[in-house]
């Protein structure tokens, strides 16, 4: 089991950047593969980026791409989300999630964060 704690989430600005944080625990961080996933209200959770935790190898929906930015701190066991050039429809509940290299699915998932964009 892997316990992760996100944090950084808030109220930001149409064109403004945010940074999250997730925190991870209980699990070799680096035989993992960490993701973001955020849910806006009455509508599916939707996958933001992942990454490798051995290589750092990246990847993110192409709808994305430029504008997010996931990274790895290997000693610190954290994973951060960078979000620039925010828009009013990247308002959500982003969630952390982790699962081995090994696996296929997210089992481990964070309590979420609210991400909310002002026009």
């Known amino acids: 089991q892997v316990q992760l704690v996100e944090s950084g989430g808030g109220l930001v600005q149409a064109g403004g950047s945010l940074r999250l944080s997730c925190a991870a625990s209980?699990?070799?961080?680096?035989?993992?593969?960490m993701a973001w996933f955020r849910q806006a209200p009455g509508r599916e959770r939707t996958f933001v980026a992942s990454i490798n935790c051995m290589t750092g190898s990246t990847t993110y929906p192409d709808s994305l791409k430029g504008r997010f930015t996931i990274s790895r701190d290997n000693v610190k066991t954290t994973v951060i989300l960078q979000m620039n050039s925010l828009k009013p429809e990247d308002t959500a509940v982003y969630y952390c999630?982790?699962?081995?290299?090994?696996?296929?699915?997210?089992?481990?998932w964070g309590q979420g964060t609210q991400v909310t964009v002002s026009s």
């Open positions: 999630a982790a699962r081995p290299l090994s696996d296929t699915d997210y089992k481990n």
């Open positions: 209980g699990r070799a961080f680096s035989n993992l593969r």
